[in-house]
Each structure stands twice: as C-alpha cells, then as structure tokens.
C-alpha cells in the first residue's frame, strides 16, 4: 500500500500535519490536496487543537508545488477543476479559526507556496528557496498566488517573481515580507516549537477574533473593518478568557485560558 499523503501527530494542543511524499519533493497531487482539505477541516472542529504546524517531510522540500506529472494530463475543465480544489484547501487554511505556522524546511515553489502564503505565519528555514515558477512551465499559478503574494508583498515583488520565475533565498524573501522569520536549518525546529507554544497558551476565542478581524479587513474598506473590530472587541467581554486575562494582569499572576 502506498504511504498515505500526509502525517497527523499530535503534540499537546499543537497538531503537526506534514505532507509525505519526499521521493517526489512533496509535490500536491489531487489526492494530498484532498487529504490536506479533510486534515484542516478536522484540526478546525477539534477542540483540542490550538495550533497547526504545517510542514513537508524529508530534508529538502517544503512542497515543491503542484504535482507536474499529474498536470501534465488535464484538459481545460480539468485544470480548472484542479485550481478550485487548491483554491478551497488554500482558503479553507487562511479561514482556519487557530493560527496556522508554515515551517519551511526547503523548497516552497508554485503550489508550496501558495499552501505557506494560506498560513497565518511562515518560518523559513535559511536554506529554504521559495518562488513562483510555473511560467517556466507554461502557466500561471492556480492556487491563489497571483492573488496572495500581491497582498503580501506589493505589485513589484510579485510581477518580478512571477514573470521570471526565479526562486528566492529565505533572506530575500523576508526583506519582501513574504516570510515573518528566517533561521538557520538546525534552529528551525526550536523556533517552530517556541512560537507554536506560545500560541498553543494565548486565549483561543482571542486567537480566532485576530484572525477574522484582519482577514475581514483584508477584504473590505477601512469603515466596514472598523466596525467589524468592534464588533469583534465587545463579543471578547462575554469570554471568560477575557475576565481571566484581566483579573491575572492585575493579580500580577500568569493567566490561564479555558476556551471559553
Ligand atoms: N511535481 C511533480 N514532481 C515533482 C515536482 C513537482 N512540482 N517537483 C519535484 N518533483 C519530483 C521530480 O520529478 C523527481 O521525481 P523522480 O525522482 O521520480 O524523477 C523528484 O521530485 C525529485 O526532484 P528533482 O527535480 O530530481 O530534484 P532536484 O533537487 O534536482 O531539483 C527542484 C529540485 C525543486 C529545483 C526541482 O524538482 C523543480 O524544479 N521542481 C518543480 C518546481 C516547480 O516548477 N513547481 C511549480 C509547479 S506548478
């Protein structure tokens, strides 16, 4: 039988979903996208779960992106049927209600990409090439790229990226603003571990009112996400979380986070 897709441990309230096929650069093919859509839609519903590392197996690749060899087959209906399902797996990830770390352990190309710009944060390893290669292919990205790394990095950086296709070290990708840290390889895990902590500590129902709050505002005027801030600062006085983070700050005490 072949290895599954992907690999799901947990840590404590940090659950690790890592793509497995290293032979092939840990390339998307339908099937891992589908197991990658199911992964996030659990890790969403389960309560236990505070935090998501995502991560591709063996020492060389984040995801070396979409699967080619499986491309290479489609018709047209096919290929756009192929672009919706990464779009739905990419957006099911950014809408994902507990942050999302993408640990990039190496190459991040074309889809690995697009899969690390749907975390909430990416942390680069110094050895890590990213990029957006597929006009050397004879396409564009489907995925999203197009979409995100402009959001991220502004017209310049992302025109440059995709019109030439040429991978990026980690260092430049952090002055484009496309990664939040780089650290060398053997640091990477330490990192990893010490962010996903902390994460896995913070308040859950504040955790989720960030994440909508900037991603609403990412999609509407500045009045409308203002408003919706608010909306979402008066909904945290019904938390207990919010009563516990308070009451610990004046009792100079650690606070401790229920949920709820
Ligand atoms: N889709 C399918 N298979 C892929 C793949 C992809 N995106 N990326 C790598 N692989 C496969 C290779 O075909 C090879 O398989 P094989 O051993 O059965 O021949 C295996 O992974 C190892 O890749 P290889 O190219 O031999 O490794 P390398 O170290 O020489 O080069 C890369 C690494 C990342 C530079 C190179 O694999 C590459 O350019 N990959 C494609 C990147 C890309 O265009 N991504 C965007 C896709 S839309």
Known sequence: MADAPLTVVDDGAI???TVNRPDKLNALN??????????????????????VVLTGAGPKAFVAGADIAEMNGLTPVQGRDFSL??????RRIERLPKPVIARINGFALGGGLELAMACHLRVAADSARVGQPEINLGLIPGFGGSQRL?????????????????????ARALQLGIVNEVVAADALDARVNELSTQLARSAPLALRGIL?????????????????????????????????????????????????
């Open 150 to 170: 402009l959001r991220l990095c502004g017209r310049a950086a992302t025109l440059e990226l995709l019109l030439l296709g040429a991978p990026i070290t980690a």
């Open 212 to 260: 909508d709050a900037v991603h609403v505002g990412g999609e509407c005027t500045l009045a409308d996400g203002l408003e919706y801030e608010s909306a979402q600062f008066g909904l945290m006085f019904a938390t207990e979380d919010m009563r516990e983070g308070t009451s610990a700050f004046l009792a100079r005490r650690p606070p401790v986070f229920q949920n709820r």
């Open 85 to 90: 399902l990464g779009q739905a797996v990419m």
């Open 30 to 51: 339908r099937e891992t996208l589908e197991a990658l859509d199911s992964a996030f839609l659990a890790a969403g519903q389960e309560e236990s779960v505070r935090v």
């Open 15 to 17: 659950r690790w979903i």
